[in-house]
């Protein structure tokens, strides 16, 4: 194809789906997000899209129009819409009228403006059983009435090229034919923490705010990520309080709290979560990226510390030229609530292949 097919991202947070899109070769023409700080990263990162930082129920036809034009020429639209208020006790009659479901019907109105080719919504993996499938079977619903086939697949990042164990459910519409997410094509290979953030580990001492890496990138993982100048940014280390660096320094790659002696604790507990003080294995893949306490239920896999950003953005699958903006603890929470973009980039790729068939 000579011309790109257009994208919007909406609840696009820093932009994890869209910079998978990218990747794919789809025009980002813009993104919706409530949080100012993501909106500042995603700007900072697609320079030729708008990111519009705004309540989407604030947002009618005439704002959508005024800020995207004209939306028929949206070919595609993304996006992690809330859907917790569907429920089979909340029924048709409440169902729209719920606070939960609003922000759901206003990524519906998108869909209804711009009749998409395709249409990609991202949830928790939870919203496929809950309520034994209520929430599933309406989303469908919605969808099949808007003349889409839609279907749906828990995803494992760690199986399209992310280093990192992370489940999540995809919706995908489109309105000719059917996907299939068996189509998707995963990666060839199983990267672990050390392929992604390996060739940093000598890096510990640098203070320096931008670094240069001054190896060779080490595998084809590290390749993909690499600037073309090989400068680091996002990459402040801080080291904890000393009682968590000691009680860290007791656990091996792998384990967690389990490890560390009991006269370490303010007190005496059995019941703390296996996340907890959990160190990275090297020879593994990442544990799910969160966005809790600055990502503190993960530690490096050698140093008595958290990840940095730019090593949590490594484990994500974000290129190292994808920046980062905000508080430290705005930018933590930007890596973890977003989709790895090697996991969009394979979605894409089936999406992009499907509507242009």
């Avoid at 249409?119 to 809950?130: A, P, S």
């Avoid at 839609?150 to 489109?174: C, H």
């Avoid at 896999?301 to 903006?325: C, G, H, K, M, V």
């Avoid at 930007?334 to 509507?355: D, F, T, W």
Wanted: with cysteine.
């Amino acid at each position: 194809m000579s011309e790109k097919l257009n994208c919007i991202d909406l609840f696009c947070g820093c932009g994890g789906l869209s910079e998978g899109f990218r990747q794919a070769g789809f025009n980002i023409v813009g993104g919706i997000d409530f949080n100012e700080r993501a909106i500042e990263t995603y700007n900072h990162n697609f320079k030729g899209a708008k990111g519009i930082c705004c309540d989407l129920l604030k947002m009618d036809r005439d704002k959508i129009i005024e800020e995207f034009g004209d939306l028929k020429k949206i070919d595609v639209i993304i996006g992690g819409p809330p859907c917790q208020g569907f429920s089979s006790a909340n029924r048709w009659q409440k169902e729209a009228a719920d606070p939960r479901n609003k922000l759901f019907f206003e990524f519906v109105k998108f869909v209804d403006l711009a009749q998409p080719k395709a249409v990609l919504i991202e949830n928790v993996r939870g919203i496929v059983t809950r309520d034994n499938g209520y929430a599933k079977q309406r989303i469908e619903e919605i969808f099949h009435e808007r003349g889409y086939f839609i279907t749906n697949r828990i995803l494992d990042a760690s199986e399209y090229g992310v280093p990192q164990k992370r489940l999540r459910n995809f919706f995908v519409a489109v309105k000719d034919g059917e996907f299939n997410f068996d189509d998707i094509k995963k990666s060839d290979k199983r990267y672990t923490v050390k392929d992604a953030i390996g060739e940093l580990y000598n890096l510990e001492k640098n203070t320096a705010e931008r670094k240069v890496i001054p190896t060779p990138p080490q595998n084809d993982y590290t390749r993909y990520l690499r600037r073309a100048d090989s400068l680091l940014v996002n990459d402040e280390i801080r080291y904890p309080a000393e009682k968590v660096q000691e009680r860290i320094s007791y656990v091996p790659q792998g384990g967690n709290w389990q490890n560390v002696p009991e006269h370490l604790w303010p007190s005496q507990r059995n019941n703390r979560h296996s996340s907890a003080y959990k160190r990275l294995d090297e020879n593994e893949v990442s544990v799910t990226i969160d966005t809790g306490n600055n990502h503190s239920n993960y530690f490096h896999p050698l140093y008595n510390r958290l990840p940095t950003i730019r090593e949590a953005a490594r484990l994500q699958s974000f290129p190292d030229q994808f920046e980062f903006i905000g508080s430290r603890s705005d930018q933590y929470r930007q890596v973890g609530n977003a989709v790895p973009p090697l996991l969009a980039k394979a979605i894409a790729l089936e999406i992009l292949r499907k509507i242009t068939k």
